[in-house]
């Protein structure tokens, strides 16, 4: 069978992921940005946080954080957060939710490029990007990320990594969340990700 899709910033994608991303893209961005901001579903946000099992003495790293919705909820339980988003409009609106919300202080807030923003200090990395802008930012990952380190992407995955699990959530177009680890998902070994694996089979399982 054939399924039906959409080319989205020159990525064929299925059209069960792209259905409702138009509402969402303003239009004067589309020609300069490598990737438009979706946000994250509120509902997606507390698997996200399970998942990864975020807490005090984690540093979470949202790569294009939008509004920042995401990673003020990983604020909230304890991580210290970097909210890295190039727009500068979503970069003012993520400071603001974040004073209201009350973890302003807790989140590092970056206007540039994620390409080039350090990333050695996270232990969780949230990204939802396309397929063709993860494997830009594969050599990245593999060189600035510690062993052990948390990968989650929504909908599209790292190509060439493996990911340690998958979960899908019905009902929802957006709905895949790919779980990697630095050290295992890359290079496919054990050494220095024991901690994350527990901490991924914990949270998948509970």
Same mark, same amino acid.
């Given at each position: 069978?054939?399924?039906?899709?959409? =080319?989205?910033?020159?990525?064929?994608?299925? $059209?069960?992921?792209?259905?409702?991303?138009? $509402?969402?893209?303003?239009?004067?961005? +589309?020609?300069?940005?490598?990737?438009?901001?979706?946000? =994250?579903? @509120?509902?997606?946000?507390?698997?996200?946080?399970?998942?990864? &099992?975020?807490?005090?003495? *984690?540093?979470? @790293? *949202?790569?294009?954080?939008? *509004?920042?919705?995401?990673?003020?909820?990983?604020?909230? &339980?304890? #991580?210290?957060?970097?909210?890295?988003?190039?727009?500068?409009?979503?970069?003012?609106?993520?400071?603001?939710?974040?004073?209201?919300?009350?973890?302003?202080?807790?989140?590092?807030?970056?206007?540039?490029?994620?390409?080039?923003?350090?990333?050695? *200090?996270? =232990?969780?990395?949230?990204? @939802?990007?396309?397929?063709? +802008?993860?494997?830009?930012?594969?050599?990245?990952?593999?060189?600035?990320?510690?062993?052990? #380190?948390?990968?989650?992407?929504?909908?599209?995955? +790292?190509?060439?990594?493996?990911?340690?699990?998958?979960?899908?959530?019905?009902?929802?177009?957006?709905?895949?969340?790919?779980?990697? #680890?630095?050290?295992?998902?890359?290079?496919?070994?054990?050494?220095?990700?024991?901690? $994350?694996?527990? &901490?991924?089979?914990?949270?998948?399982? =509970?």
């Amino acid at each position: 069978p054939v399924e039906l899709g959409y =080319t989205v910033w020159g990525e064929r994608v299925p $059209a069960r992921l792209t259905l409702g991303w138009f $509402a969402f893209i303003p239009l004067a961005f +589309v020609g300069n940005l490598e990737v438009p901001w979706v946000p =994250t579903r @509120y509902e997606l946000i507390k698997h996200i946080m399970r998942i990864a &099992r975020v807490g005090p003495g *984690d540093v979470f @790293y *949202d790569l294009g954080c939008g *509004d920042g919705r995401v990673v003020i909820e990983a604020a909230k &339980r304890g #991580a210290r957060g970097v909210c890295i988003e190039i727009r500068e409009d979503l970069i003012r609106e993520a400071m603001k939710r974040a004073r209201a919300q009350g973890v302003y202080d807790r989140i590092k807030f970056v206007q540039a490029d994620f390409h080039h923003v350090d990333v050695s *200090d996270a =232990t969780v990395v949230y990204m @939802y990007l396309l397929t063709s +802008v993860n494997q830009k930012l594969r050599p990245k990952l593999e060189t600035e990320l510690r062993r052990g #380190a948390i990968v989650i992407s929504l909908d599209f995955p +790292v190509p060439g990594w493996n990911p340690l699990g998958m979960v899908e959530l019905p009902r929802s177009w957006q709905r895949i969340l790919d779980v990697y #680890a630095r050290g295992f998902s890359d290079e496919g070994g054990m050494v220095g990700v024991e901690e $994350a694996l527990a &901490r991924i089979n914990r949270g998948v399982l =509970t």
